[in-house]
């Protein structure tokens, strides 16, 4: 059974920061593009960043770009999210997702195979 769970979510002072990890299972991680998509109140589910399988390659929303890294360990299965100088427009459901695609296509959500549950980020102005 697939699982991607997410962990490391909460509530945060604006320029802060926060670690999200997502713990996968039941597939082949080291096969797959990684992903961070997020989703706020009354808003349409948007592409954070992605990372390929070797985690040599990564790619990120422009909207992200300095702020945030995302990394992996495939002796984990994880993938994280490091989340840097938060702003409250931050504040949304982050999702982790997998993909068979390259990075910047996994932008695309018709390319995700397997999607995470979701962790709550609250950035407080």
């Known amino acids: 059974q697939v699982q991607l769970v997410e962990s490391g979510g909460g509530l945060v002072q604006a320029g802060g920061s926060l670690r999200l990890s997502c713990a996968a299972s039941?597939?082949?991680?080291?096969?797959?593009?990684m992903g961070w998509f997020r989703q706020a109140p009354g808003k349409e589910r948007e592409f954070v960043a992605a990372i390929s399988q070797s985690g040599r390659i990564t790619y990120y929303a422009d909207s992200v770009k300095g702020r945030f890294t995302i990394s992996r360990d495939n002796a984990k299965n994880t993938v994280y999210l490091q989340m840097n100088s938060l702003k409250p427009e931050d504040t949304a459901v982050y999702y982790c997702a997998a993909a068979l695609s390259t990075t910047q296509a996994m932008s695309n959500m018709a390319q995700i195979r397997y999607w995470g549950q979701g962790t709550q980020v609250t950035v407080s102005s």
């Open positions: 039941g597939f082949t991680f080291s096969g797959y593009v």
